[in-house]
């Protein structure tokens, strides 16, 4: 009866933590917190409704806990989303994790003397109690980091840095755990250091690491059974029990029978467990999804237990002990971190502020230290209060430090990107109709910028202050500008069908807008636009085909209509080079997202598990909307990041000299680019329009020579013709600007990807610079070697000018790095239009 009074007790305690976790969310705090403080609260030296006997009698919660922690930190890593970093991650965590374990363990023992449990011990059982200490002290939080990511949709280099140092720290910090275990207890024990030991030491080790794929493999033998998920659950719930048990005996029958103790750390084989489920197998989400949807329980039983188990009267006596080692682990992070980001020659910038990301600790920390509870019951508890209380520290303070962090970096969107694809959500519609503002006002709701066009006013107008509307006198090109047609990622045509055609054709030949959609009043008119390329709406069917699929599918018709609460679809274009290649089996997805389809090249097809994501994929992506805005974050492009990539492989393939890639990094580094944000908004006194910022390299476009080719010709005819082209703006002669442009091109080609070749060159005298735009939809051919060039832009400087001559370079580099590049390019109708495509492009800008 007591068993069940103190269930239904504790049962009430849990509701209440997750309540005040909750709510202290609200302050920036992370949610184990509240956890925490609500077992201090209802723990045997406040309330006692949690007594002190309880929470003895309730050891096998920490251990399933732990089991599941650890499984949850295996299944964290996976190797496939760290291969682009391998090299700054292994740095930076070498780094940490010896300044860390060295200067937080030695912290600890100079302290030793006036830790209350560890006065009386003799020097050997200190340096036991020290080298935990430090090992746990190595911990980190991904849960805490991945939070920050996702609250101000950071994207960057750095950031994905961090995150995978962080994900990788929780498995190292295991593994050291595992060894100071049994260091530990042969210093307690007395046992000799010899090579015997050392033996010892790596079988251990190496068992654990055996017995975690054992445990991997029946995992996967119970994902594979057709049986309920709960099942399921109980079972991965049990198997990390388990794993306790069987540790603890092979300890006890190694003491009765061995000369010394085998320790085989549960947590690491937890650990191994969840790795291998995660990266070998194709139950991976199954799996992931399972420890996702319980977590919550199982963090609130722990935590709380946790912050009930906490002895407060040690607490009291040792907070100067904590506030110091909170000290000592940060300047420890502070010196790890730069020494091992200069070690992988990171910029400077990143090495002296990455130590703010580092020092958030939670679930793992906290669970090495209720872990030496149960392998040290004689001063565990005394031990885990001092760790838990610097683990709390570190909460407070690493989260606010992180975001801190990330801004200083620039690779914060929380403002620029705050609505899913944000940047080339804007819209202009054509229409006067109520048609088209309610298709404004629904847009604007979820995030567009909207414009609309009208031939005449009325009411509907009025009715709809908010959305931005402009009078057109004609359907001209030049009134087309002035809504922003020319830089809009959609337009929507609502007029009469004459002036809907006249609207896209304007469109398809001079913005290369991505998507064109008319409403059709004639069904006669059908094959005219359908010859254009444009989205037809046709009224007089639509409402029978939506009709029709809701009687046939009414869930999905719904989803289509935006009728189910909190649930969306969007098309999302991939950008992110990190994602080309990889299998959407691979692809970290939240739970509650899917992948409907997958338009490429025009075709659209119904993706399945093992189908590769390719550059400018655009991808139908069905989920709630946090979590589309999640995926809209990974799926984008870091351009900085983007661009160093591009500039590696023309680097790795003799494409570009040492000094172009050493100097282009460092402008990619510098803080004297703007990120554009889709429109600018200009004085409405002057104009109601909106506009995209120029620089200089925008300039010399303006002005710049253009060739619209229509033959097919070889690099020299090519060469000759530019030469004669930008002669008089570099005042030098056609011939030799000619022979400069062939010796450039036959020490080194530059075609830099297939279809695109920049020509670069300097050139004697000063404040000489020209750009000059090519297209050949016939093709260019530079070498037999290389594919036919379709665009070309030349770009030639004197040497007082090679700075911006490299920023020029860069600017090209992020205009074709836009997977609608080639697209918008080609289906131009005119130089101008040609001009407008890099104008208009999406790129960073100097201010």
């Not at 509240?34 to 929470?55: K, N, S």
């Not at 930190?73 to 060295?102: D, Q």
């Not at 609505?419 to 604007?444: E, K, P, T």
């Not at 809009?488 to 991505?514: P, R, W």
Request: aromatic residues 8%.
């Amino acid at each position: 009866m007591d068993v069940v009074v103190f269930g239904a007790c504790f049962a009430l305690i849990a509701v209440a933590s997750k309540q005040i976790g909750h709510s202290l969310m609200k302050t920036g705090l992370p949610l184990i917190s509240g956890f925490l403080l609500t077992g201090i609260i209802a723990g045997p030296y406040m309330l006692d409704l949690i007594t002190l006997e309880a929470t003895l009698n309730l050891r096998f919660v920490d251990e399933v806990s732990l089991g599941f922690i650890a499984f949850a930190a295996g299944g964290e890593l996976y190797l496939k989303e760290l291969k682009t970093r391998v090299k700054s991650i292994a740095w930076i965590t070498t780094g940490l994790v010896v300044c860390t374990f060295f200067l937080t363990g030695l912290t600890f023992f100079l302290l030793s003397g006036f830790i209350p449990f560890m006065q009386l011990m003799p020097v050997d059982a200190r340096i036991g109690v020290s080298i935990l200490a430090g090992a746990i002290l190595v911990a980190r939080s991904p849960s805490s980091a991945i939070a920050i990511v996702n609250e101000l949709r950071a994207k960057g280099s750095f950031t994905q840095t961090v995150l995978g140092v962080t994900i990788i720290m929780d498995v190292v910090v295991i593994i050291l755990f595992a060894a100071n275990s049994s260091i530990a207890d042969a210093l307690f024990s007395g046992m000799d250091f010899n090579f015997s030991f050392i033996l010892l030491l790596i079988a251990e080790i190496g068992a654990s690491f055996i017995l975690g794929y054992l445990v991997s493999r029946l995992i996967l033998a119970v994902l594979l059974l057709p049986v309920q998920k709960s099942l399921k659950t109980a079972f991965i719930l049990s198997a990390g029990y388990l794993v306790f048990i069987l540790s603890s005996q092979i300890r006890q029958m190694s003491h009765g029978t061995l000369s010394a103790e085998v320790l085989l750390e549960p947590l690491l084989i937890c650990m191994v467990a969840g790795f291998f489920v995660s990266n070998t197998s194709r139950v991976r989400r199954e799996f992931l999804k399972i420890l996702y949807d319980i977590s919550l329980t199982v963090y609130i039983a722990f935590f709380t237990l946790t912050g009930a188990s906490l002895s407060l009267d040690v607490l009291v006596q040792t907070w100067p002990i904590a506030v110091t080692l909170f000290f000592a682990r940060a300047i420890a992070i502070l010196f790890g971190s730069f020494i091992g980001g200069t070690l992988a020659k990171n910029p400077l910038k990143n090495n002296t502020i990455s130590w703010m990301a580092y020092i958030t600790q939670a679930g793992v920390g906290l669970g090495l230290a209720k872990e030496v509870v149960v392998e040290f019951p004689e001063w565990g508890n005394p031990f885990a209060t001092i760790i838990i209380s610097i683990i709390v520290l570190n909460q407070i303070v690493g989260p606010p430090l992180f975001k801190y962090a990330i801004k200083m970096m620039k690779e914060d969107h929380s403002r620029a990107e705050g609505h899913v694809a944000a940047g080339s959500r804007n819209a202009v519609i054509f229409g006067s109709d109520g048609q088209a503002f309610a298709l404004a006002m629904s847009l604007i709701s979820q995030g567009w910028a909207v414009k609309v066009g009208v031939t005449h006013m009325n009411n509907h107008h009025e009715k709809n202050p908010n959305i931005n509307v402009y009078q057109l006198s004609d359907l001209s090109l030049a009134q087309l500008k002035y809504t922003g047609g020319d830089h809009a990622g959609a337009i929507v045509a609502m007029l009469s069908d004459d002036e809907n055609y006249k609207i896209c054709e304007i469109a398809y030949e001079h913005f290369g807008t991505q998507t064109i959609i008319a409403r059709l009043n004639d069904r006669k008119n059908f094959s005219r636009f359908q010859a254009l390329g444009v989205l037809i709406v046709d009224p007089a069917t639509a409402i029978v085909s939506l009709l029709d699929n809701f009687v046939q599918s009414p869930a999905a018709a719904s989803l289509l209509m935006g009728m189910q609460k909190d649930r969306n679809i969007v098309d999302l274009r991939i950008k992110n080079p990190d994602l080309f290649g990889l299998a959407l089996r691979d692809l970290r997805l939240p739970f509650d997202a899917v992948i409907m389809s997958v338009r490429r090249r025009g075709v659209l097809f119904v993706p399945h598990d093992y189908t590769r994501l390719e550059a400018g994929d655009l991808v139908t992506v069905v989920g709630a909307t946090n979590s589309l805005k999640e995926i809209a974050l990974r799926f984008d492009v870091n351009q900085e990041e983007a661009l160093l990539q591009l500039v590696e492989k023309a680097s790795a393939k003799e494409l570009i000299d040492p000094l172009v890639q050493t100097e282009v990094k460092e402008i990619i580094a510098s803080d004297r680019f703007v990120q554009r944000e889709g429109f600018v908004q200009r004085d409405r006194s002057v104009q109601k329009n909106k506009f995209v910022q120029k620089d200089r390299f925008d300039m010399f476009v303006e002005n710049s020579p253009v060739m619209d080719l229509k033959q097919a010709m070889n690099k020299e005819t090519f060469f000759d013709m530019v030469s004669h082209a930008m002669s008089d703006s570099l005042n030098m002669s056609p011939s030799l600007l000619y022979d400069m442009l062939m010796t450039r091109e036959e020490e080194i080609t530059t075609v830099l990807a297939p279809g695109l070749a920049v020509p670069h060159i300097i050139v004697e005298g000063e404040k000489k610079f020209s750009v000059l735009l090519a297209r050949c939809r016939k093709g260019i051919e530079f070498s037999k070697s290389t594919p036919l060039v379709y665009a070309a832009f030349v770009l030639v400087g004197s040497k007082d000018e090679r700075k911006f001559h490299l920023r020029a370079l860069s600017a090209v580099a992020q205009i074709v790095l836009d997977p609608r590049f080639e697209k918008k390019w080609l289906r131009a109708k005119n130089k101008a239009a040609l001009r407008q495509v890099v104008i208009g492009a999406d790129r960073k800008r100097e201010v």
